[in-house]
């Protein structure tokens, strides 16, 4: 069973446009949604990350919506960047923390210069 | 060093065989996980360590895997009788403790079976 669905699976953006990725989830004891940013032959980063508490986080260009009642959030990227492209994953987790985190099938993320 | 070092980077072996494969957590870390991440997927959770002990392995897909971590530091992720379909990225991760929000990965080992 898929318990985070990602979406879309690959997406092209033009220099300075906006990136958006989605995420919906299933199991309402995830507490914990961070984003994953993998370069190619890399281990994923955590990027930014937010509870359910608040319904929006912003760290830089980087934005997470969340909307407990509809089990959704998504990533936005601001003014998108050539070096930006990369596979994105959104995760969850029960815990609260990075302790068994359930992954997204993943957004390949290129930005055209 | 700096980061979570994970080894071989490559690792090539025949159906059947045995393969070990390492991981060199952040020094500190007390938590420390396994994920496998299949082409074009996510990672998948397999397990993790508070310390010296397996305090979550309801990820190993079945009992050819096996994963320790005796003295709280290196863990080392133990695959029996590999299948093709054992096929993938194995990645390790650490974090300060199993209550804290970021869990720093390797690189992963590639694992091809043949």
């Known amino acids: 069973q898929q318990q985070v669905k990602q979406s879309p699976q690959s997406l092209i953006v033009q220099k300075g446009g906006i990136s958006i990725i989605n995420c919906a989830y299933e199991?309402?004891?995830?507490?914990?949604f961070p984003w994953y940013q993998q370069f190619p032959g890399k281990g994923p980063a955590l990027l930014i990350a937010?509870?359910?508490?608040?319904s929006e986080k912003k760290e830089g260009r980087f934005t997470i919506s969340f909307n407990k009642s509809a089990k959704q959030f998504s990533l936005h990227i601001m003014d998108s960047q050539p070096g930006d492209s990369a596979t994105y994953f959104c995760?969850?987790?029960?815990?609260?923390?990075?302790?068994?985190?359930?992954f997204g099938s993943g957004t390949q993320l290129t930005v055209l210069p | 060093g700096a980061g979570v070092s994970q080894t071989p980077s490559n690792k090539v072996t025949e159906k059947g065989k045995y393969v070990e494969l390492r991981c060199d957590p952040i020094?500190?870390?007390?938590?420390l996980y396994w994920y496998r991440q299949s082409l074009g997927q996510g990672p998948e959770f397999l397990i993790y360590?508070?310390?010296?002990?397996?305090?979550?392995d309801s990820g190993l897909p079945n009992d050819r895997f096996f994963a320790v971590r005796p003295e709280g530091s290196v863990s080392t992720l133990k695959i029996q009788r590999t299948e093709r379909g054992d096929s993938a990225v194995y990645l390790c991760?650490?974090?300060?403790?199993?209550?804290?929000?970021?869990?720093?990965f390797g690189q992963g080992t590639r694992l091809t079976v043949v």
């Open positions: 991760a650490s974090s300060p403790g199993t209550g804290a929000s970021e869990a720093f």
């Open positions: 937010i509870r359910p508490d608040v």
């Open positions: 199991n309402t004891a995830f507490d914990y």
């Open positions: 360590f508070q310390g010296t002990g397996a305090a979550d």
């Open positions: 020094s500190g870390h007390t938590a």
């Open positions: 995760a969850a987790s029960p815990s609260g923390s990075a302790r068994q985190l359930t």
